[in-house]
């Protein structure tokens, strides 16, 4: 049998991508909207929509409260290359036009053309305002 040991960041990234189930919307208006959004993103910066998942739901608690998950890779092997971008946000909506936003985002990042070097960041973003009279999930999804 066949056995293969992988390290555990990308245990991680293959638990936190399963877990993205597909179409994952919450009914939420602006839910919806962010959906349109998110994708025209995955459509124009990813090759293959198998590279880009991302799921939006409400919590439990409160249905004014979105939990964002978004996973993207690109492994481009001809440029001996790979990578990942994991993000999970939290929108806090007070109302059509006002809404609080926060959330972390951890990238992986993996060269190995004549060496082998990898880069490892995680980015917390401290909750920030979102007041626009325009569209509020384009400014999410510009954030």
Same mark, same amino acid.
């Given at each position: 049998?066949?056995? !293969?040991?992988?390290?555990?960041?990308?245990?991680?990234? !293959?638990?936190?991508?399963?877990?993205?189930?597909? @179409?994952?919307?919450?009914?939420? %208006?602006?839910?919806?909207?962010?959906?349109?959004?998110?994708?025209?993103?995955?459509?124009?910066? +990813?090759?293959? %929509?198998? =590279?880009?998942?991302?799921? !939006?739901?409400?919590?439990?608690?409160?249905?004014?409260?979105?939990?964002?998950?978004?996973?993207?890779?690109?492994? @481009?092997?001809?440029?001996? +290359?790979? =990578?990942?971008?994991?993000?999970?946000?939290?929108?806090?909506?007070?109302?059509?036009? @006002?809404?609080?936003?926060?959330?972390?985002?951890? !990238?992986?990042?993996?060269?190995?053309?004549?060496?082998?070097?990898?880069?490892?960041?995680?980015?917390?973003?401290?909750?920030?305002?979102?007041?626009?009279?325009? @569209?509020?999930?384009?400014?999410?999804?510009?954030?």
């Amino acid at each position: 049998s066949l056995q !293969i040991s992988l390290p555990e960041d990308e245990i991680e990234n !293959i638990k936190l991508k399963s877990s993205i189930p597909d @179409d994952n919307i919450s009914d939420h %208006p602006l839910a919806k909207a962010l959906e349109k959004e998110l994708k025209s993103y995955g459509e124009e910066h +990813y090759v293959s %929509p198998e =590279g880009y998942k991302f799921s !939006i739901e409400p919590t439990e608690s409160d249905q004014n409260i979105l939990k964002v998950k978004t996973h993207a890779e690109k492994i @481009d092997e001809n440029n001996y +290359y790979a =990578g990942s971008w994991r993000g999970e946000w939290t929108i806090k909506i007070q109302s059509e036009y @006002d809404a609080q936003l926060e959330g972390s985002v951890h !990238i992986h990042v993996y060269c190995h053309e004549n060496c082998n070097v990898q880069m490892e960041t995680i980015k917390t973003f401290k909750e920030k305002n979102l007041e626009q009279k325009c @569209d509020l999930a384009e400014s999410i999804k510009n954030q």
